[in-house]
Nanobody, 117 residues
Framework: VQLQASGGGLVQAGGSLRLSCDASSLLFSPNFMAWYRQAPGKERELVASVRSGGTKNYADSVKGRFIVSRDSAKNKVYLQMNSLELEDTAVYYC????????????WGQGTLVTVSS
């Protein structure tokens, strides 16, 4: 299973980016789809998640600025990032639950988001 993340890049503070993750190689729609990020020298952290029933969760640091969404028919997950801050600079990874094994998750290759002043 391969997850293709895209949409990262260089953006000025206050700008927006939209990340996409293609999990169409999965034959069935996963329950849990999420975005994590890892900044230099820091641990990977959960940014946002969305479940098949529509429940969404966000890290406190991105609430009100980021929006996670999914297209279950296509097995894709998105992260709309608005009002970007310098602290949002990180490699962003998509994370998708295995539809057949709840305790197993797949990771995308990561896409770099750099926010400049």
């Amino acid at each position: 299973v391969q997850l293709q993340a895209s949409g990262g890049g260089l953006v000025q503070a206050g700008g927006s980016l939209r990340l996409s993750c293609d999990a169409s190689s999965l034959l069935f729609s996963p329950n849990f789809m999420a975005w994590y990020r890892q900044a230099p020298g820091k641990e990977r952290e959960l940014v946002a998640s969305v479940r098949s029933g529509g429940t969404k969760n966000y890290a406190d640091s991105v609430k009100g600025r980021f929006i996670v969404s999914r297209d279950s028919a296509k097995n894709k997950v998105y992260l709309q990032m608005n009002s970007l801050e310098l602290e949002d600079t990180a490699v962003y990874y998509c994370n998708v639950q295995d539809p057949f094994e709840a305790g197993h998750f797949y990771w995308g290759q990561g896409t770099l988001v750099t926010v400049s002043s």
